[in-house]
């Protein structure tokens, strides 16, 4: 099975297969192919914490996240392209996403000012005011120089009622409009953004608005936010039927291994998530076996590997007992090895998905990992 829907010259998407809703899909980018489905690594401020784009790249990483909002702050966007754009910035020659800041933006709750131009708020660093338009967080996307770049959106909090819901959901649509019209770059895919909350009537006219803009590509934003996850992955599965089969999805903020594999059942091809290095740092660790605490005192005589399923640096060369030490003691390593198999984790469980669905077993496969 193959379908294609030849988005630009740079950025042709295609399904090579599919087993139920799930895809295996390539989408080509100016800095080389993607294979789906694809875990990307978030790397906030320009890189992913503790690991150099060395590991990421022997890890198999396909593409990684920048964030937009961050970096207007620091080091600013200006200095980033004066460097030769991201990709030079930070030594990694591999397709990039950068989001467009508006989830770090209404993640200020209280202290941003929404109005149909923009959002107003105050800077995380030092309290300076700024405003954010769509078209100024799309021209910050350009500078910054990434192969994928998002729309900005209104990113609405579970919880919130259903009139404001609908009126976040045209303010994204509208504002989608106006990203689009200042996207100038041909060498930039630009995907539109899809709200709702887990309102299903909204989360389908978020798409038929988004749907007449014909974005290359689509995000399902707004879940992961708070909502109770038995709706949240309803709203995802739901949304996803909606969307063009030829284009790329994209589910914002997903990077549990179970959430992984529900998420690639219902048709996404990508996921970002801050997850696996924020748990590394917490001493957590995904393994075939569940997820395991370091610094419970089981492991403290543990003479095994991480998890004797996974190839990774950490698990070839470390036993549980000594990174339960490194996690104890609060070492920068352990918080690199447990970063980089957390990262490796799921960038295998990516892969195998894929390849189960080339085979045509991915529900074999989903039901013997989960």
Same mark, same amino acid.
């Given at each position: 099975?193959?379908?294609?829907?030849?988005?630009?010259?740079?950025?042709?998407?295609?399904?090579?297969?599919?087993?139920?809703?799930?895809?295996?899909?390539?989408?080509?980018?100016?800095?080389?192919?993607?294979?789906?489905?694809?875990?990307?690594?978030?790397?906030?401020?320009?890189?992913?914490?503790?690991?150099?784009?060395?590991?990421?790249?022997?890890?198999?990483?396909?593409?990684?996240?920048?964030?937009?909002?961050?970096?207007?702050?620091?080091?600013?966007?200006?200095?980033?392209?004066?460097?030769?754009?991201? @990709?030079?910035?930070?030594?990694?020659?591999?397709?990039?996403?950068?989001?467009? =800041?508006?989830?770090?933006?209404?993640?200020?709750?209280?202290?941003?000012?929404?109005?149909?131009?923009?959002?107003?708020?105050?800077?995380?660093?030092?309290?300076?005011? @700024?405003?954010?338009?769509?078209?100024?967080?799309?021209?910050?996307?350009?500078?910054?120089?990434?192969?994928?770049?998002?729309?900005?959106?209104?990113?609405?909090?579970?919880?919130?009622?259903?009139?404001?819901?609908?009126?976040?959901?045209?303010?994204?649509?509208?504002?989608?409009?106006?990203?689009?019209?200042?996207?100038?770059?041909?060498?930039?895919?630009?995907?539109?953004?899809?709200?709702?909350?887990?309102?299903?009537?909204?989360?389908?006219?978020?798409?038929?608005?988004?749907?007449?803009?014909?974005?290359?590509?689509?995000?399902?934003?707004?879940?992961?936010? =708070?909502? #109770?996850?038995?709706?949240?992955? #309803?709203?995802?599965?739901?949304?996803?039927?909606?969307?063009?089969?030829?284009?790329?999805?994209?589910?914002?903020?997903?990077?549990?291994?179970?959430?992984?594999?529900?998420?690639?059942?219902?048709?996404?091809?990508?996921?970002?998530?801050?997850?696996?290095?924020?748990?590394?740092?917490?001493?957590?660790?995904?393994?075939?076996?569940?997820?395991?605490?370091?610094?419970?005192?089981?492991?403290?005589?543990?003479?095994?590997?991480?998890?004797?399923?996974?190839?990774?640096?950490?698990?070839?060369?470390?036993?549980?007992?000594?990174?339960? @030490?490194?996690?104890?003691?609060?070492?920068?390593?352990?918080?690199?090895?447990?970063?980089?198999?957390?990262?490796?984790?799921?960038?295998?469980?990516?892969?195998?998905?894929?390849?189960?669905?080339?085979?045509?077993?991915? @529900?074999?496969?989903?039901?013997?990992?989960?």
């Amino acid at each position: 099975m193959k379908i294609m829907d030849s988005l630009s010259k740079d950025f042709p998407f295609t399904v090579e297969a599919a087993d139920g809703a799930a895809r295996a899909g390539v989408l080509q980018t100016p800095h080389g192919a993607v294979e789906t489905p694809c875990f990307m690594p978030v790397g906030t401020r320009a890189t992913v914490k503790t690991l150099s784009p060395r590991d990421l790249s022997e890890a198999g990483a396909g593409m990684i996240l920048a964030n937009a909002y961050h970096l207007y702050f620091r080091p600013g966007a200006g200095i980033v392209a004066a460097a030769g754009g991201l @990709h030079r910035f930070m030594g990694w020659d591999g397709p990039i996403l950068t989001d467009s =800041g508006g989830f770090q933006v209404f993640s200020l709750g209280d202290t941003a000012r929404v109005t149909g131009g923009g959002v107003g708020f105050r800077s995380l660093y030092d309290g300076s005011g @700024h405003f954010f338009t769509p078209e100024a967080a799309t021209k910050l996307q350009e500078e910054l120089g990434a192969d994928v770049i998002m729309c900005f959106d209104e990113c609405v909090p579970a919880g919130a009622e259903r009139a404001y819901l609908e009126e976040s959901v045209r303010r994204t649509a509208e504002w989608a409009g106006r990203c689009q019209a200042a996207h100038s770059r041909d060498d930039q895919l630009l995907m539109g953004i899809i709200q709702g909350g887990v309102d299903l009537e909204l989360r389908r006219q978020s798409v038929e608005l988004t749907l007449e803009l014909d974005f290359g590509g689509y995000a399902i934003g707004g879940l992961s936010v =708070g909502e #109770e996850r038995p709706r949240t992955l #309803e709203a995802m599965e739901f949304t996803a039927s909606l969307l063009p089969a030829g284009k790329p999805r994209y589910f914002m903020g997903l990077g549990d291994p179970e959430g992984l594999v529900d998420a690639i059942a219902a048709g996404i091809d990508m996921f970002d998530c801050v997850l696996p290095t924020r748990a590394a740092r917490n001493g957590r660790a995904y393994t075939s076996a569940g997820r395991l605490n370091l610094r419970n005192a089981v492991f403290a005589r543990d003479r095994g590997p991480l998890d004797p399923g996974c190839d990774c640096y950490a698990c070839r060369t470390f036993s549980r007992a000594y990174l339960r @030490h490194l996690v104890t003691q609060k070492e920068i390593l352990g918080l690199q090895l447990l970063s980089l198999h957390n990262v490796t984790f799921l960038l295998n469980l990516a892969q195998q998905a894929r390849a189960a669905i080339k085979n045509g077993r991915f @529900h074999s496969f989903r039901d013997r990992e989960f």
